[in-house]
């Protein structure tokens, strides 16, 4: 009966969670303060060694406390598995693919030798060789649940950092068996052995990936002709899930199946829809994840062990920071680029406290040993944001010192009415050539210092700047900007800046290439003044060569292609909600025959 309804311990964590999301987000959004660190002091305020020891005392605590981590322990993981989907959503498998000599050479580098010279350190303070290296491998690691989040993707940062991630999250199957073989009792074990699990993890991926393609347009079709938010999310949440639980009961990481699944969506047209439908609840799950984090910080050993603790958080963050820059370096980065993501992805890992339980099982180490590195490890995840910050300004003082002047500039405001060109890849260079021709004054902005830096020698007016960041659109001073232009090939990214300029500026002019006629339209729905669908005119165009070299009349070839041109302005502007049809090519051409 609802009169005899109690409080429970899930009841009492969620209005802990839920209470902290509502006060934390907001509080250290207005300070300009990323929330990650808000969620880890919530959690080191709640848990069981912060307020949460003094329920015995003052029992009405308990309502305002997690007593016990374990109990939110799978929302934490949920929300990791959530993250990988979301990072699997904003590639695709072209792109992967692209990234394929960073992921194996990049990241097997920073992983292996961070793993190596750590070992090393470690055997030299006196620990087993199979300890050292056990303990050197998880130590390695990196935190895709922090660096991500804060870095983004897209940037050349964002790039390098998701292709070590990449490499780490794969070579975590094989690094646990590893460990087990280094065990005591390895040979006698009854579980798979590493072949097995290969053999059944490479079925279970090439399912995946057919049947993934086969079904989910279908599903996902079949979802959005429903017109329900509730069922569409029901279908990605079943997909997402589906394909996590599938990699984990053949022994490789949940984390796996979720990416895998965020990469076959991100190939059907609805990849944008279920992106936005996800993030709130990514965000909260992983807010989740870093309040266990803040938990298992007890302050009272951390201050007893102040000084062995600090020595190695120093030691570990510096020499990860050192090999992961001369990593980047050695593949050609910027020294601004290779500064900032070497200190993003110094911390240890959320992963590494299951290599370190792993190796503690395995009796590689004994558990004094694995409790003191997993307090450096929570408190390295905690710094973290910290490290971001700091990584961000010494890069900005690299690029700004460079003896190449104007390498790397960070973004600056535009002097007077001038068009802004975000993004100055080959289309963006074209655009900022066009308006030269016609004396429009223009200023460029790019994320990769490489691009900026050979515009600038070539005398353009370029900048550097990470547009994605939260600050950015506030640092280009667009108040007196005459129009802005959107060139980037990133659907997502775009929407994103689309959305924050049109809530900062709302009557600014902005012009954005869209992928294709459904890309487009959702670009409409942002308000944006035109998008130019790049897949259309080039289809289009191709289609007209073929025809005429074919030998039909080219008068009725243009006729067919105007028309065809016609009927996706009328379904851009259907599906856009727009009062009159877009301006295309066609429209300007009939505007001067008539």
């Known amino acids: 009966m609802a009169g005899n309804l109690e409080p429970t311990t899930a009841l009492s964590d969620a209005l802990v969670i839920l209470g902290a999301a509502g006060i934390v987000i907001p509080a250290f959004a207005r300070f300009r303060i ?31 406390t997690i007593s016990d981590t374990a109990a939110i322990t799978p929302f934490a993981e949920f929300g990791i598995i959530l993250l990988l989907f979301e990072i699997g959503l904003e590639l695709s498998f072209n792109r992967l693919w692209d990234m394929r000599r960073l992921v194996f050479g990049l990241g097997a580098m920073e992983l292996g030798v961070s793993a190596f010279l750590l070992a090393m350190v470690l055997m030299a303070t006196g620990l087993q060789v199979s300890g050292a290296f056990g303990l050197g491998l998880a130590l390695a690691l990196s935190s895709t649940a922090l660096v991500l989040p804060i870095a983004g993707t897209n940037g050349p940062v964002g790039r390098a950092a998701l292709s070590m991630l990449l490499f780490e999250d794969i070579a975590l199957v094989p690094i646990i068996f590893i460990l087990g073989a280094f065990a005591p009792y390895a040979a006698h074990s009854a579980g798979p052995s590493l072949g097995e699990t290969l053999v059944y993890g490479g079925i279970v991926v090439a399912v995946l990936l057919v049947g993934g393609r086969l079904l989910l347009p279908r599903l996902f079709a079949q979802a959005a002709q429903t017109k329900s938010p509730e069922l569409f999310l029901a279908a990605t949440m079943l997909v997402v899930i589906a394909s996590a639980l599938s990699t984990s009961l053949v022994g490789l990481s949940p984390i796996m199946g ?18 936005s439908i996800t993030k709130p609840f990514k965000g909260l799950a992983l807010g989740v994840f870093l309040i266990t984090i803040g938990m298992g910080i007890d ?23 050192l090999v992961t820059m001369f990593a980047l370096r050695a593949m050609g980065k910027e020294r601004a680029t290779a ?11 959320e992963t590494t406290l299951i290599v370190l339980t792993t190796a503690a099982e395995a009796s590689l180490i004994d558990r004094q040993t694995a409790q003191f590195w997993q307090i450096v490890t929570a408190i390295g995840l905690t710094i ?47 655009v900022g050539e066009m308006l030269s021709v016609h004396g429009a004054p223009w200023i460029g902005i790019d994320t990769d210092p490489g691009i900026v830096k050979a515009a600038r020698k070539q005398g353009y007016p370029v900048l550097f700047g990470n547009v994605d960041s939260e600050n950015a659109i506030a640092r280009l001073g667009l108040e007196n900007a005459r129009s802005m232009v959107l060139t980037m090939d990133e659907p997502v990214l775009i929407m994103r800046i689309v959305r924050k300029l049109r809530a900062s500026h709302p009557d600014l002019p902005i012009t954005v290439r869209a992928r294709d006629a459904a890309h487009a ?12 669908p790049e ?9 007209e060569a073929v025809l005429v070299d074919l030998g039909f009349p080219m008068g009725l070839v243009i006729a067919s292609i105007h028309e065809k041109r016609d009927e996706f302005r009328q379904q851009i502007m259907e599906d856009g909600g727009l009062a009159e049809m877009p301006r295309l090519k066609s429209a300007s051409l009939r505007e001067r025959s008539t």
Not at 339 to 349: H, N
Not at 521 to 532: F, S
């Open 34 to 64: 990323t929330p990650i660190i808000g969620f880890i002091l919530v959690g080191l305020a709640v848990g069981p060694y912060g307020l949460g020891a003094l329920v015995p005392q003052f029992p009405w605590l308990y309502y305002f």
């Open 258 to 275: 979720a990416l895998l699944a965020g990469l076959l969506i991100a190939e059907t047209e609805y990849h944008t829809e279920v992106e």
């Open 299 to 321: 302050l009272r050993v951390v201050w007893s062990m102040i000084g062995p603790l600090t020595l190695a958080v120093v030691g570990v963050v510096v020499l990860k920071a």
């Open 339 to 349: 500064l900032e993501a070497g200190i993003l992805m110094a911390s240890p890992s």
């Open 384 to 430: 973290t944001p910290l490290l971001a910050m700091l990584g961000q300004r010494w890069g900005k003082l690299v690029a700004r010192g460079s003896a190449d002047a104007g390498q790397t500039e960070d973004v600056a405001e535009p002097e007077g009415e001038r068009i802004v060109v975000m993004g100055f890849g080959r289309v963006g260079r074209l």
């Open 521 to 532: 339209a959702q670009l409409y729905k942002l308000g944006v003044t035109h998008a130019v």
């Open 535 to 543: 897949t259309l005119e080039s289809s289009l165009q191709l289609s």
